[in-house]
């Protein structure tokens, strides 16, 4: 199958699970809604690019275990394409628990035995070095994210990182995404510190992307400076959707602003699909995208 992005990232199966209110120590609570589906940051990527028609692949890691059979086969229906994702004998296949309640704030329980490394990465080298885009989940290892990058690099594609990178790996970069949480780490802005922020992002431009969107309390500041997009910075508040869930956001924001910047899209216009696509995310429990029949544009 030939792809236009490569996600590498993480796999897992997603169990999301919805009270009321979170029972104290000792006690027990009914749950009102029960999720399980194919998750992580990088298989949501993955499928929110498919939804949005971009044809894609996945460089991850699961374990040899039922669970990743079921996962695989969840992934080929939404139109992914996994023969990069690395089998691992005798492993279990990573376990994310969602406890999520009423009033939208989650709890996560996860258990991942297993992350990529870079000898995972090399061998979907010819896979990566073919591809427009390269999506690099920076919650792996910094050798297996280095090595992506690199790959990307070197084939010419559109490097988009989500996440803090280290500076070797961000000087590689076109596209940096980092959530409001991760901006502040990356940037030592305090939050809502809008001046702050774009002063730290023409920063990050120096260091090497094209175009940066940090994330902010109640938006998303975006700045690019590239022969592709021009120069120029951006404040977006979040729309108003009302919010059964933030999971998943950042996965729909990241991979609806692959695909703009993909069809050749202006950053300006990049940026407000990647606000729309959260916000469509944000709706429903869990972190899955369902960006099929949302109008981005």
């Known amino acids: 199958m030939t792809v236009d992005a490569v996600v590498v990232g993480q796999l897992a199966r ?32 993955a499928v929110g690019l498919a939804q949005l028609g ?9 374990g040899d275990d039922r669970v990743g059979d079921d996962l695989l086969a969840q992934a080929e ?9 690395v089998r691992r004998p005798g492993t279990m296949t990573g376990l994310i628990v969602e406890a999520l309640d009423g009033d939208g704030h989650w709890r996560y329980l996860q258990h991942l035995p297993e992350l990529l490394t870079a000898a995972d990465v090399d061998r979907a080298a010819g896979r990566l070095r073919s591809a ?9 290892p910094e050798e297996a994210t280095t090595a992506a990058a690199r ?29 409001d949480q991760e901006a502040r780490l990356l940037t030592g802005v305090a939050a809502g510190d809008h001046e702050g922020l774009r002063a730290a992002a ?12 940090l994330g902010l309390p109640d938006g998303n500041l975006f700045a690019w400076r590239d022969r592709r997009w021009g120069s120029g910075d951006l404040v977006l508040p979040l729309t108003d959707e009302k919010v059964a869930d933030t ?10 602003l692959t695909a703009a ?21 944000v709706r429903h429990p869990g972190g899955r995208p369902d960006l099929g029949g949302a109008p981005l544009s």
């Not at 027990?28 to 809604?33: K, N, Q, T």
């Open 14 to 45: 997603d169990l999301v699970l919805q009270v009321d209110e979170m029972p104290p120590a000792g006690a027990a609570a009914d749950v009102r809604l029960r999720r399980e589906m194919l998750g992580g940051k990088g298989a949501n990527q």
């Open 54 to 62: 971009v044809p894609v692949a996945l460089v991850a890691v699961c």
């Open 77 to 85: 229906r939404d139109g992914v394409d996994v023969s990069s994702v």
């Open 132 to 140: 427009r885009a390269v999506l690099v989940q920076l919650q792996q």
């Open 151 to 179: 790959h990307g690099r070197d084939g010419g594609a559109l490097v988009v990182l989500d996440g803090v990178p280290e500076k070797e790996v961000l000087a590689l970069a076109d596209v940096l995404r980092a959530d």
């Open 202 to 213: 023409r920063e990050l431009l120096d260091a090497g992307p094209g175009l940066v969107a």
């Open 247 to 256: 999971t998943g956001a950042g996965d729909a924001f990241t991979a609806a």
């Open 261 to 281: 910047l993909l069809r050749g899209d202006p950053a300006e216009a990049a940026a407000r699909a990647a606000v729309k696509a959260a916000g469509v995310t």
